[in-house]
Nanobody, 124 residues
């Protein structure tokens, strides 16, 4: 059974930073491209960031480009999302996800496994 567990969410003021972590078990982590998504109340889940198996390729939503950084540690079976210059519109539940295939990296339906999410709240 594949498990993904996010942590690191919380309440932060606008302009502040948070670092999210996602621990992965039950799968050959190094073989899985990974993604971060987020879902705000009343909105659909949206793509945030993607990282390839090796970590050499990353891809970001325009809304977070230049502020967020995705990284991974294959030895620790973990993926991270460093979030800087946070804005109130970044408030959402953040999810990490794992996929088996290489396709549309921003398409949530192509991800096979999901964590339970961690709440990020940015106050103005």
């Amino acid at each position: 059974q594949v498990q993904l567990v996010e942590s690191g969410g919380g309440l932060v003021q606008a302009g502040g930073s948070l670092r999210l972590s996602c621990a992965v078990s039950g799968r050959a982590f190094s073989s899985s491209p990974m993604g971060w998504f987020r879902q705000a109340p009343g909105k659909e889940r949206e793509f945030v960031a993607y990282i390839s198996r090796s970590g050499e390729i990353t891809y970001y939503a325009d809304s977070v480009k230049g502020r967020f950084t995705i990284s991974r540690d294959n030895a620790q079976n973990a993926v991270y999302l460093q979030m800087n210059s946070l804005k109130p519109e970044d408030t959402a539940v953040y999810y990490c996800a794992a996929r088996s295939s290489i396709g549309d990296r921003s398409n949530r339906y192509e991800y096979d496994y999901w964590g339970q999410g961690t709440q990020v709240t940015v106050s103005s």
